[in-house]
């Protein structure tokens, strides 16, 4: 009768079968075939459990029979590493385990957007806080004082957590904007390269350059490119051929093109 009532007591879970003389032998036994199927009947006898633990987690974004997998897996991790001499059931040792493989899956897989650990915590106690406090506080969402105080938490970890919120998952840029009649999507309001930061660019490039010119040779360069002004126009004004005009221009360019290619060099 006492070992029954501490064979009870070491066993809590209704699903958790007796094993501990099977984990003893497995840890005496030498790799082999025979070894392999003990190891099997081992995971075949705890996979209720898993399965029950992985029910904890349905309902938020993942299929049952891909979590009860993530849950196998944990199990098997479980079976291979746990060892009877440190004394401890071997449910002690394993719900942590698949829990934890479980959690792994979630954080590493689910996510849409990287977030840090930190902040996946964050969101879970402030999701716990929100749900408790939404059967206490009917009529309204609780405010982020409310939420806080109910998790623990900071006013600013709080809303690292609220923010991880709509974290999980990422809108479709083909989705339509709220209140959107015409089909207008989030994709419709992203930006695009702007065109003229090219120009800023080039012209902040060869500004110091055009500055070092001797003064005729500045002048010449903004009636041309800045005022509009046909080479004769310029050449009329200066008292000069068209063709001096259209060499000088040429020149200037050239050396300013060659003098930025060797600043950027």
Known sequence: MRSDARQTKRHPHD?????????????????????????????????????RLAGRFRNRGEA????????ALGLVKAVDRYDPERGSAFESYAVPTVTGEIKRHFRDHMWTLHVPRRVQDLRNRVRFARQDLAQTVPGR???????AEKAQLSMEDAAAGLEALDSFTALSLDA?????????????????PDPALDVVIDREAVKPRIAALPERERDILYMRFFGDMT?????????ISQMHVSRL?????DRLRDQVMQDAA
Do not use: H, N
């Open 15 to 51: 699903d958790a079968p007796d094993t501990a003389a099977a984990f003893r032998r497995l840890t005496e036994m030498p790799q082999g075939p025979e070894r392999d199927a003990l190891r099997q009947e081992l995971v075949k006898a705890w996979l209720p459990m898993a399965e």
């Open 64 to 71: 049952l029979d891909d979590l009860r997998q993530v849950a």
């Open 141 to 147: 969402a609780p405010t982020l004082a409310e939420i």
């Open 176 to 192: 339509e904007l709220p209140g959107s009649e015409d089909g207008y999507a989030l994709r419709d309001v992203l930006g695009a």
């Open 231 to 239: 080479q004769s126009r310029i050449a009329e004004q200066l008292g």
């Open 249 to 253: 221009i040429s020149r200037c360019c």
